[in-house]
């Protein structure tokens, strides 16, 4: 713990992201109950929790993926509702990484990083082209940019896929679960890039598993357990001074090994 | 060394790298693994029996496959009439007892009919001094074609949105007509026939089914109800009743609804009905596409702010169409042999052409019918299996996922 660089605990006073009272339903399944969170900008916010415990759908819910069903929720002060245009304009502005990647298969990595600057944001090719290389650069694999994703590892493609959202130059970036489906070797690799993302300042909401990211980059830990918000706090605090039980429970399961 | 399993072991030099056993490459390896290891096991009386039905069975159906291939090779090669010099007609193709030249006894092509009714059976009763507008059309089809089976053809996008858009037009320019005053005169679709027909229709539904599909099966998968039940009523409407159905209806009942005086014309009527019968087939050929993608693709096309028919265009279809590239190949296969059916409602497509031309009394003479259809079969044969060997091709260079 001690060794661990902490980074400076960002986040100026401008708030980003706010879900208020967030409510939202799978069937008649109550997935997200009463969820309040503000984010202000530069924060990087890791959501950490049991499976099933909801942490997965707030964060798709700030792009809309999924769409929720009561609440409000602002996102760099557009208001996330059935209007697709204010949808759209969210989406240009969130970036996602999931956990499966995503990448497009038919589109070699270069033409995965250009696709949305070019067609979403009319930029031009050759401008396009530049930023999509200098970001593969940031996640060191410019080497790999005429290849296709198939010819990858995972993760490599995961870094691939963090630059692809990056291309869009968006102010908030989610990430979901980025390492949950990588071999151990390469965990590491993704985190790196993850850490120095985060150094820049960028705004980031990450649901995750590990914990000594956790301790390394979050400004707050926040602990989901079925579908409610039930502790967060500064990362220091969580680790050592859990107050719930329930958070108690879920760490002794997560550090035991 | 001495190697001991129970307890610690380290290796100090690699095992060595050795090429597998001889009899498992080249075509003796071939033929071990195929053939050899089926009919050699006699390790009990299950495996004898076995084997020996094999082994019968292997030289049973090498014999027959020899004895239909010589069969074959028989009829229209060795047996076969070439020639008819003295324009004898039914005679050169008939044997002695039926009055003709040929020994009792001969069986074989008769390839001067093929030749005679060549004409008829390409263009139909279109106008012998028109021809050179099918040969023109046929001639910048051909070359089209061509042109956009080389990879690195230049301007290859340019030459395929021509032929996908100026080229129709300009067929149908050339086919029909614009009148005397330019030169070309108009030419009435009943004297239309043959392998013209065959190609107007396959063509014309290939073409247009494709989009069709396309937009149906994009419209079956909507969130929007209406349209969703719409394109599956039409879906579900077109694949229920059977071609024929759909060619009488067009042909026969359709000009019942039609106000008097108002005609449409019967090959139009026709290429209507082959296209939309087509694309239902083709709306579920890709809809199946549509659902081998990953939601994730979805998901991860959203989230870049693609919208609905970008992330349609860009991401989704390019996936799905290669993914059924298959069963839409398939699908244009079985049409472009449906057009056989045109025959029914009176259209002489090429198969109708080689009936008429099996009638004639002039060339009368137990062979007449059976060289007429193999030489049908031979063409719808070479059509059908380079469209079939396209694809493969396609499908191999699409496939980047497995690269």
């Known amino acids: ?257 | 060394m001495k190697t001991d399993h129970s307890t610690a072991y380290v290796r100090q030099e690699d095992a060595p790298l050795l090429p597998p056993p001889r009899n498992e490459t080249g075509i003796i390896g071939w033929f071990n693994q195929n053939i050899l290891s089926l009919i050699n096991d006699f390790s009990g009386i299950g495996a004898a029996i076995r084997s020996v039905l094999m082994a019968v069975g292997t030289l049973a159906i090498l014999y027959y496959s020899a004895h239909i291939l010589w069969a074959l090779i028989d009829f229209a090669i060795i047996e076969a009439v070439w020639s008819d010099p003295d324009e004898l007609k039914r005679v050169v193709c008939t044997t002695e007892i039926a009055g003709g030249i040929q020994h009792n006894g001969w069986h074989g092509a008769c390839w001067p009919l093929a030749t005679a009714k060549m004409k008829f059976l390409i263009y139909g009763a279109y106008p012998a001094e028109e021809l050179w507008r099918v040969n023109i059309t046929g001639l910048v089809l051909i070359i089209g074609l061509v042109c956009l089976m080389f990879d690195r053809m230049p301007y290859r996008m340019h030459i395929g949105i021509s032929m996908l858009t100026i080229f129709p037009v300009f067929a149908y320019i050339m086919l029909v007509g614009l009148g005397d005053w330019i030169g070309l005169p108009y030419v009435d679709t009943r004297d239309w026939g043959g392998v013209l027909v065959t190609l107007v229709v396959a063509l014309t539904g290939i073409i247009a089914s494709l989009p069709l599909g396309v937009v149906l099966a994009l419209g079956r998968q909507s969130n929007m109800p209406a349209v969703r039940y719409l394109c599956t009523g039409f879906i579900e409407f077109w694949r229920g009743i059977p071609l024929i159905t759909v060619l009488f209806m067009a042909s026969v009942a359709l000009p019942l609804f039609l106000p008097t005086g108002v005609t449409i014309d019967n090959l139009l009527r026709a290429l209507i009905g082959v296209t939309l019968f087509a694309s239902a087939y083709m709306a579920e050929v890709i809809r199946g596409g549509l659902q081998a993608i990953d939601k994730g693709q979805y998901e991860a096309a959203d989230a870049l702010g693609l919208g609905y028919w970008k992330s349609m265009r860009l991401i989704i279809l390019p996936q799905a169409l290669t993914y059924v590239i298959p069963g839409i190949v398939n699908t244009f296969i079985g049409l472009f042999k449906d057009t056989t059916l045109v025959a029914i409602i009176g259209l002489f497509d090429l198969l109708g052409a080689a009936q008429a031309a099996i009638n004639d009394a002039g060339w009368s003479s137990p062979v007449q019918a059976i060289t007429l259809y193999l030489l049908v079969a031979t063409f719808y044969f070479i059509c059908c299996f380079v469209m079939s060997r396209y694809s493969m091709r396609l499908e191999r260079k699409l496939d980047r996922s497995n690269r």
């Open chain 1, 1 to 257: 713990m001690a060794n661990n660089a902490k980074l400076k605990k960002q986040g100026s006073e401008e708030i980003v992201i706010s879900m208020n009272g967030v409510n939202k339903w799978f069937g008649s399944f109550h997935v997200l109950r009463d969820i309040n969170l503000n984010v202000h900008k530069g924060e990087r916010i890791i959501i950490c929790g049991p499976s099933g415990s909801g942490k997965s759908t707030v964060i798709r819910c700030l792009n809309a993926l999924e769409h929720h069903q009561g609440g409000d929720i602002n996102i760099l002060g557009v208001t996330l509702d059935n209007n697709v245009h204010n949808v759209e304009t969210v989406r240009r502005d969130v970036g996602m990484v999931f956990q499966q990647f995503n990448l497009f298969p038919h589109l070699s990595i270069l033409e995965n990083c250009i696709l949305a600057p070019t067609w979403v944001k009319k930029m031009p090719r050759a401008e396009a082209v530049d930023l999509a290389m200098s970001l593969l650069e940031r996640v060191k694999i410019p080497e790999q940019a005429h290849k296709y994703p198939g010819q990858l590892s995972g993760g490599q493609q995961q870094r691939v896929a963090i630059a692809r959202a990056l291309c869009m130059q968006p102010e908030i970036m989610l990430f979901d679960e980025p390492t949950s489906a990588l071999d151990p070797e390469m965990i590491k690799e993704v985190l790196d890039v993850m850490v120095g993302l985060a150094e820049t300042g960028m705004t980031m909401i990450c649901v995750t598993h590990e914990m000594g990211f956790a301790r390394k980059v979050a400004d707050r830990v926040i602990f989901m357990d079925e579908g409610q918000i039930i502790e967060q706090n500064e990362p220091e605090a969580f680790f050592s001074k859990p107050k719930s039980d329930r958070t108690k429970l879920f760490l002794s399961q997560v550090l035991s090994h």
